[in-house]
Nanobody
Framework: QVQLVESGGGLVQAGDSLRLSCVAS????????MGWFRQAPGKEREFVAR????????DYADSVKGRFTISRDNAQNTVYLQMNSLKPEDTAVYYC????????????????WGKGTLVTVSS
């Protein structure tokens, strides 16, 4: 069992930056690929970024590529999402997720989820 707790969300203006953090419980954090997803009101949950177990390989949705950076610190059981040049369309609840068995962008493939942190970007 893995428990994930996100933090770092808030209300910012367009063009600002935020860094989200996700702390995982347990001693097997490095066994999981980690992902960030988001869900805007009235929309389905969508993939944002993912990082493999070692942190060497990353992948981003086209909508955030060049603006967001995912990273991880396995010693601290933490995955981060640095979000720069935020836009109003980035407004959503951001979720951290863990996946041990697959390398997928699909929300349904993730094994564990946090409860989310709200990011609101005003224009």
């Amino acid at each position: 069992q893995v428990q994930l707790v996100e933090s770092g969300g808030g209300l910012v203006q367009a063009g600002d930056s935020l860094r989200l953090s996700c702390v995982a419980s347990g001693r097997t954090f490095s066994s999981y690929a980690m992902g960030w997803f988001r869900q805007a009101p009235g929309k389905e949950r969508e993939f944002v970024a993912r990082i493999n177990r070692s942190g060497i390989t990353t992948d981003y949705a086209d909508s955030v590529k060049g603006r967001f950076t995912i990273s991880r610190d396995n010693a601290q059981n933490t995955v981060y999402l640095q979000m720069n040049s935020l836009k109003p369309e980035d407004t959503a609840v951001y979720y951290c997720a863990a996946d041990r068995d697959t390398w997928s962008r699909l929300p349904g493939a993730m094994e564990y989820w946090g409860k989310g942190t709200l990011v609101t970007v005003s224009s």
